[in-house]
């Protein structure tokens, strides 16, 4: 059973900033790709951001130039560094691990956040 473990959410005033992190199974970090994604109520799950095994990343458009993914391969850790909160990033947020071999694809328990304003 493939784990990841979130960690970092909370409840925090606009504009300010959280980190998040995931950590998932070192048999299986440094061949995935890491994504974050976010729900919230009533809306379907999407994707915030996501980064490859070699680095590359993608944001949604809106939180590009407020958030940043991040890996450490060493600690088989993805981090989800949030600038700037508004309240409309308001959701559950996602780990998700794509393990490149295989296409396999494993979640996270989720965590939340909560922009007040």
């Known amino acids: 059973q493939v784990q990841l473990v979130e960690s970092g959410g909370g409840l925090v005033q606009v504009g300010e900033s959280l980190r998040l992190s995931c950590a998932a199974p070192?048999?299986?970090?440094?061949?995935?790709?890491m994504g974050w994604y976010r729900q919230a109520p009533g809306n379907q799950r999407e994707l915030v951001a996501r980064i490859t095994s070699g680095g590359s990343t993608v944001y949604a458009d809106s939180v590009k130039g407020r958030f940043t993914i991040s890996r450490d391969n060493a600690k088989n850790t993805v981090y989800l560094q949030m600038n700037s909160l508004k309240p409309e990033d308001t959701a559950v947020y996602y780990c998700?691990?794509?393990?490149?071999?295989?296409?396999?694809?494993?979640w996270g328990q989720g965590t939340q956040v909560t922009v007040s304003s």
């Open positions: 070192g048999s299986i970090f440094s061949l995935s790709t």
């Open positions: 998700k691990a794509v393990l490149m071999v295989s296409w396999s694809e494993y």
